[in-house]
């Protein structure tokens, strides 16, 4: 007679798969889904009296402190007036004559600004203004 206690089989989870199947999904996600960089510009706008000037239907021009282009927020990678003139038109579509308005950063060089207006003339284009915020009060 064998008195001695049967060893019972402890069920054992088998990891592999799981593992398998994880990394299966973690690939899965990884090539599905679609990175956005939302690239918001800092810039500071100069103070001037009166009402700021924003147009929802505008053509906005931005410049930053380093002197980059970005039209409706696109960043213009080179800074020839005729790649700007260029980005410009694409951006106006089929309107001629829309509303410019130049945000340029307080810090921005003058020769930057004069390079916007200057394109900007050159495609025929004559409502212009520019962006500014509203001078704080001093009360």
């Known amino acids: 007679m064998n008195f001695r206690p049967q060893?019972?089989?402890?069920?054992?989870?088998?990891?592999?798969?799981?593992i398998d199947v994880l990394i299966v999904l973690l690939i899965f996600l990884v090539l599905t889904t679609t990175f956005s960089r939302e690239s918001e510009l800092k810039i500071s706008l100069p103070e001037a009296r009166g009402e700021p000037q924003t147009e929802a239907n505008g053509l906005e021009i931005a410049i930053d402190a380093a002197g980059r282009y970005y039209v409706?927020?696109?960043?213009?990678?080179d800074t020839r007036i005729e790649t700007l003139k260029g980005a410009i038109q694409s951006a106006a579509g089929d309107d001629k004559d829309p509303l410019i308005i130049i945000s340029a950063d307080q810090r921005t060089?003058?020769?930057s600004v004069i390079t916007v207006l200057d394109a900007v003339s050159q495609l025929g284009f004559v409502h212009i203004t520019f962006a500014t915020r509203e001078t704080e009060s001093a009360s």
Not at 7 to 18: A, F, K, Y
Not at 72 to 77: A, D, P, Q, T, V
């Open 72 to 77: 409706n927020r696109h960043e213009i990678l």
């Open 109 to 111: 060089l003058h020769q």
């Open 7 to 18: 060893r019972r089989n402890n069920p054992e989870i088998n990891l592999i798969p799981l």
